[in-house]
């Protein structure tokens, strides 16, 4: 049979590394069309490194998630356990909205690349383009809220 151990270490595993690396495409691309624009207009770096490091954010999400799990069952202080009730796998299935919501860094990262043409064109579309990356933010939250949620109402946190 497979440990309890395993399968928390493989939810905090994935929970970190997928938004972690789909953050890092975001902002790569999102990056690429910012270091274009500023070449051309300097004095937008400040408006295009908003853009940029917006869809960072799901990595952060994604690693906040990994150390509470840590945290709450104690692999993090070294003495790992779990409620009677609870196992690894259950530990597994409440990171999933935190492994998901990772995937949403690669479409934020396309509006923000588009955002970054738009602005560079017409900069008193800032605004407006903001709005449009932050609106696909607000599925990263939730998910990440969920697997807060899920986790803290298993009880590992005592």
């Known amino acids: 049979m497979v440990s309890d151990l395993l399968f928390v270490v493989l939810g905090i595993g994935l929970a970190v590394?997928?938004?972690?690396?789909m953050s890092a495409l975001g902002v790569g691309?999102?990056?690429?069309?910012?270091?274009?624009?500023?070449?051309?207009?300097?004095?937008e770096f400040s408006r295009m490194f908003v853009l940029?490091?917006?869809p960072g954010t799901?990595?952060?999400y994604?690693?906040?998630?990994?150390?509470?799990?840590?945290?709450?069952t104690g692999i993090l202080?070294?003495?790992?356990?779990l409620p009677a009730d609870v196992t690894g796998l259950v530990v597994l299935a409440a990171a999933v909205p935190a492994i998901l919501q990772g995937f949403t860094a690669y479409y934020q990262g396309k509006v923000a690349t588009a955002s970054v043409s738009a602005v560079s064109k017409t900069p008193e579309t800032f605004g407006s383009c903001v709005i449009y990356t932050v609106?696909?933010?607000?599925?990263?939250i939730l998910g990440f809220l969920t697997a807060f949620l899920l986790v803290y109402g298993l009880g590992i946190f005592g």
Do not use: D, R
């Open 17 to 21: 590394t997928i938004p972690g690396f």
């Open 29 to 43: 691309m999102t990056g690429v069309a910012a270091a274009g624009a500023t070449a051309e207009k300097p004095g």
């Open 52 to 54: 940029e490091i917006l």
């Open 58 to 60: 799901q990595g952060f």
């Open 62 to 72: 994604g690693f906040i998630a990994g150390i509470l799990i840590m945290m709450g």
């Open 77 to 81: 202080g070294g003495a790992f356990g």
């Open 135 to 140: 609106m696909v933010e607000t599925y990263a």
